[in-house]
């Protein structure tokens, strides 16, 4: 006689982080840099791509695009079928390839939301920089703004991506925390300014600002131009907040977690980002 194997009667496999941005065939950005970093700090997490290339647009050669729609949306919809989500602690956003995407992931953040109020939703605003202004299209910058960003109740926008999300041109840090804080609503409760004013040419300042406080980490700029440290820097972030690391101490050792790989890929003059090996953790599940 034969037995079918009943999987949708059998647990779930644990996730602690659902990492929802880019991916690369080859190369550290996007989820190919959040998923080590969340795995070195001891978290399971799942990848949903928005776009797929075969590495960053820095080479001659690049193949791929945007996930579409439909696919994107089928990918969310499993998950909830899978019954994934049911032992998920955080999400996070970092670049989207559409504003369907967009829309679909603001829609299904407030469904998540919801049902699971305790769960944690970092979004990184991959929109643009003070050197090139937007690289993403309009409209998809316009649904960050508008719906995207208030879905999050911790958001990382680098200066420029504050001053588009809050149609301010902030220079001094008094005008930075203003219209951090012009952002704050029901869900969004952080801030934090990667890069933010208090950088100078021998350290990167990261300025956090909530409702009631406005604190500064610091941490050692190194020269380079790897991609891919933003996206690190948000899951580290994300790991520390998970691990019960307060707000400050938590950016302080994201900041850290990317100066060690930077160190680590300039001592090898990698093109990719690079970890350094990290011991000390055990997966979160197992260590339960």
């Not at 504003?99 to 970092?122: M, V």
């Not at 020269?223 to 440290?229: C, N, P």
């Not at 850290?256 to 599940?285: C, Q």
Request: aromatic residues 6%; contains cysteine.
């Amino acid at each position: 006689m034969t037995h079918t194997l009943d999987y949708a009667a059998r647990n779930p496999l644990p996730l602690d982080v659902i990492s929802i941005q880019s991916q690369v065939v080859y190369g550290t950005v996007g989820n190919n840099a959040a998923l080590p970093t969340l795995a070195a700090h001891g978290l399971r997490a799942a990848a949903v791509p928005t776009v797929l290339f075969s590495n960053t647009p820095h080479y001659d050669t690049i193949h791929g695009g945007a996930i579409s729609a439909d696919w994107f949306a089928g990918y969310l919809a499993d998950l909830d079928r899978r019954r994934a989500l049911a032992s998920t602690r955080a999400v996070i956003l970092g670049y989207l390839g559409s504003t369907e995407q967009a829309t679909l992931l603001a829609d299904w953040l407030d469904a998540l939301k919801a049902r699971a109020p305790a769960i944690h939703i970092g979004i990184d605003p991959v929109l643009g920089d003070d050197n090139c202004g937007l690289y993403v299209r309009p409209e998809l910058a316009a649904c960050y703004r508008e719906r995207l960003a208030a879905c999050a109740d911790l958001i990382t926008p680098n200066h420029y991506e504050l001053g588009y999300l809050s149609g301010t041109t902030p220079q001094q840090e008094a005008e930075t925390v203003a219209a951090a804080r012009s952002l704050l609503g029901a869900r969004l409760h952080t801030v934090v300014i990667t890069s933010s004013p208090g950088s100078d040419n021998d350290h990167i300042a990261n300025l956090i600002v909530t409702r009631d406080n406005v604190t500064t980490t610091r941490h050692p700029r190194i020269a380079s131009d790897v991609k891919g440290t933003g996206d690190a820097f948000h899951a580290a972030l994300t790991a520390a907040l998970l691990t019960g690391k307060p707000l400050q101490d938590a950016v302080q050792q994201a900041g850290d977690w990317v100066v060690a790989a930077l160190r680590h890929t300039a001592a090898h003059d990698y093109g990719e980002l690079d970890f350094p090996p990290y011991a000390g953790t055990t997966n979160s599940h197992q260590a339960g």
